[in-house]
């Protein structure tokens, strides 16, 4: 069976960013999420509103001027109402991510940034959404609710790059996007032809929400999108997975198959990656 273990990650690796641009995702992240709670929800929208603002308020260190923000918020119809909430959440974000400068004052430059900090700001941020469901539902229906959102935030607002050959996930590695680059230890093999896989030993991701220590939110939030990713990378296809590192496992095991190829793909047993 072809191999290869990839020991590549780097705590303090960093990546150049327009500041503006991430600020901008993520909170337009959030008001995508509202947007498709209140379509959802409409009757216990304000209810959560409050929650979530409480929750959020938590995490602010620091509050930042918001004079420069009146452009920023005409994208935002939901936010834009909520000014209280809108503030709270740049603050929040900016706080997590330990920025202590304004980025809507450096729309314009490009700045080096560590990947923690950006991915610690946008998973917390999924986070908090996602866990102040537990206001207007029960942890079932909020965890599953989560999960069709991640699902459908994906196919919607999360672009991914397409891939022709099932081999490439194993074989392109070096063609990763620059946050994916230095954030994992793994090993990566060709299981069958027409199937591939990823031992993951140590994830970014995972080293951010760990500190959370709440499981069952963080994968709905965050490890849940990669069977959707899976088919919009190529909807030929699939991928198989029973654990991951946020469920507090020791390992995730990925296995991607093409299903013109193999119409199912049964996964590997635990003595398979034990041996691996």
């Not at 379509?39 to 620091?62: D, P, R």
């Not at 060709?190 to 994830?203: D, L, M």
Request: aromatic share 14%.
């Amino acid at each position: 069976m072809k191999k290869e273990t990839m020991n590549t990650y780097n705590h303090n690796s960093k990546m150049d960013v327009n500041l503006f641009n991430l600020l901008e995702q993520n909170i337009g992240d959030l008001e995508f999420f509202l947007c498709y709670l209140k379509q959802k929800e409409s009757e216990h929208f304000t209810k959560y509103l409050v929650h979530l603002e409480q929750n959020l308020v938590k995490l602010v260190t620091s509050s930042f001027m918001k004079e420069d923000t009146i452009n920023f918020l005409g994208k935002l119809d939901i936010l834009s109402q909520h000014i209280s909430l809108f503030t709270t959440a740049i603050d929040a974000y900016l706080s997590i991510c330990g920025f202590d400068y304004h980025p809507m004052s450096l729309s314009n430059q490009q700045t080096s940034v560590y990947k923690n900090d950006i991915l610690r700001g946008m998973t917390f941020l999924r986070y908090y959404q996602a866990v102040s469901l537990l206001s207007i539902m029960n942890k079932p229906k909020a965890i599953q609710f989560t999960k069709d959102y991640v699902d459908y935030h994906a196919e919607k607002r999360r672009p991914v790059e397409k891939v022709d050959c099932i081999d490439d996930i194993i074989d392109k590695t070096d063609e990763w996007p620059a946050l994916f680059d230095e954030s994992f230890c793994l090993t990566k093999f060709k299981y069958t032809e027409g199937a591939v896989g990823y031992k993951t030993y140590k994830c970014r991701w995972h080293e951010m929400v760990k500190e959370l220590k709440d499981p069952d939110f963080c994968y709905a939030a965050i490890c849940h999108y990669d069977f959707r990713g899976a088919s919009l990378m190529n909807e030929k296809f699939v991928l198989t997975r029973n654990q991951t590192l946020i469920q507090e496992k020791p390992y995730c095991d990925f296995v991607w198959h093409d299903k013109t190829i193999h119409k199912t793909c049964e996964h590997p047993d635990e003595s398979f990656w034990e041996k691996l």
